[in-house]
């Protein structure tokens, strides 16, 4: 059987919901193609989020690993190209209340990875769909980076041959109407739509 | 009979499509309570924008009038506080060619009119179903602002007992797909969900 | 002798300067052809600024009325078109904490009044010296519009023939540096070229 | 003799001026502490901007290069923290019209580069002299983020011992006042004092 690992995050700093927690939920033992999801929930936690994962990935070893997270700011889904050896809280406390500031994800790891997903083309099927969709060159220096870093860095460690990134979606339409700004937001379905998309096309193209 | 007239208006510039003509299509002929909504399409045209709402509040004796427009880059539905005397290309054309600077839309008008409609009371409701909405301060120089401006001078120079006021709709999350950008945008659906929204509050306010 | 009152604001919510407060102190006393410069900070104080204004006018018995203010995220002097007769504090109270929501500026004022300045012309030249500039369509609904629309209000129901407008300014800076953030900004010896560049024009084409 | 090799870009696109053209121009030759400034222009030419660079650092042998270039959009000094190994065009074609899409800047390169510059001790020097700074996490995929990438993996690959890194400047305020758009920008000079400032830092902390 085929395995994909999804997984979004828990809600952190001034945000009470994180519409990622909701897709993994949302999207958790449903099948696409021959490929059963795994939807996983991972703390915002710099130091906890990688052995979360790895738990998974020893658990159900996944062919693919497509990670998650909110991006206030972001109007789309940017599906990153890389991640950098860095955490840096850049002003937002995890939910332990660790502040670090440029420090490495990992000590001996080099200064960045390639997601391995195919981003241009994964951005091309969300666009065919109508779902707004872009690459994106930075997923910042928080949890988000952190993840799609230590994922890569542990596979390619381990010598496992798992492909794997990571998408940032905007707010809610329902977040940005209960918090009154008017911040970019998409529609929760939409981004629903969109992480399927991904998924779907991730396990057509598993050799 | 009570009707309650929505306007939108048909793609312009560079935009080959304009969720305010499709949301008109899709309400003309539904029903709100007690109220029938007459949906129309209005030109591009600084000239013909409001001859064209004029014969539509002379054939529908509507109760109120509620206008919609496309404006790129904004987030949220935008509800209009004011409409001024001003009619300024500010570098888009209209459907005809015309680029007028710093010209009146109406010689002996007033210099702004504020909105009939209860914009806070709207921005509410919008919130309250989950629709992301804020009030604006400007609806800008371009054909919005000319027919909210217009029609409220219409009704007011006419003795009419007609409320009326403008919506701005950010792009649909379709047209970024298509054009392939990270502009703000909003599912059609919800924007569909909004204007519904707007016009039973207004139905069941109607004295 | 010919006076051009120039009017600025006292710091006021999270902001511990404000660059239109040294603009007026700068340029207190100077003299452009002609014209003799007044330069006065005015309080962030809804039911303040006016009374102060109206001293001013009466001592002084200027021309012309220059009003500044800084608003936050502009990144270009913004020839403001429009005063409305709304005073809203959109999320920061003013210097005394008052907070009015949907308030109008005076009972029984119109619902708008256009900036009597030549905003177009100001625009060409403050961009042909070298300053960034833009005409806006919106002072927002805080004290910047509320002295735009209550001067304008004021001259008209007391038959004085001064003409009176307002320019918004982004951050300094300096102002931006000390913040750590990365809002737009303008250098403060630009934005002093540029009121000094309004004030000759004003100056010069005074009738 | 220690000499610091800074590098601007000439014009691109739709900019008839590039303000980093001007910054190399006006600080060649200049003296910060014991160094002397070597500025120089390199090509917007994907193919051709290291071998340039290169040329310069075996004519000039600085002790750090510190490279500059404009990004539109851009408010403050940004100082960029990695390179990565990817050329993309992303709509505006190099001066050749080369329109790369997803290529990398050398075939055998790790994915990134950090740049080996004190980013953050660079930011708090600017900001502490009133410029204002940040750090970026993201260099984009033109030229920039090429020369940046490409100085590292040429220092690296033949252990030469120069620190090296990137800012990106936003418009100048001429810039910004010619075209007639209300995008951010940044005064010249102030920009001067910006690069004048960190190319002393580099100075003095040079071991």
């Known amino acids: 059987m085929t395995t994909l690992l999804l997984t979004g995050y828990e ?11 909701r897709l993994v939920e949302a999207l958790d033992g449903t099948k696409t193609g021959e490929a059963t999801v795994v939807g996983r929930e991972l703390p915002v936690v710099f130091d906890d989020a990688l052995p979360a994962l790895r738990g998974y ?10 990670s998650t997270g909110l991006m206030p ?3 789309v889904l940017t599906v990153e190209r890389v991640g950098i050896n860095v955490r840096d809280y850049d002003g937002v406390p995890d939910n332990t209340g ?6 490495p994800v990992d000590l001996e790891g080099p200064d960045a990875y390639f997601a391995t997903l195919p981003v241009r083309e994964l951005v091309e099927e969300l666009q065919a769909v109508g779902v707004p969709a872009r690459i994106s060159n930075t997923a ?28 940032h979606t ?13 911040d970019p ?5 939409t981004m629903r739509t969109g992480i399927e998309t991904m998924l779907r096309y991730l396990a057509t193209t598993h050799e």
Request: glycine share 8%; net charge negative.
């Open 170 to 182: 905007p707010f809610s339409h329902e977040q940005v109407a209960r918090r009154g700004t008017d």
């Open 140 to 167: 910042g220096t928080h949890l988000c980076n952190n993840i799609l870093y230590a994922t890569r860095h542990h596979i390619e460690t381990n010598g496992l041959s798992i492909r794997s990134g990571f998408v």
């Open 11 to 21: 809600p952190f700093g001034e945000y009470e919901t994180n519409p990622t927690s």
């Open 73 to 75: 700011g972001r109007a």
């Open 185 to 189: 937001s998409m529609q929760f379905e």
């Open 57 to 66: 990935l020893e658990e159900h070893e996944p062919v693919a690993v497509l």
């Open 98 to 103: 660790a502040e670090p500031v440029d420090q």
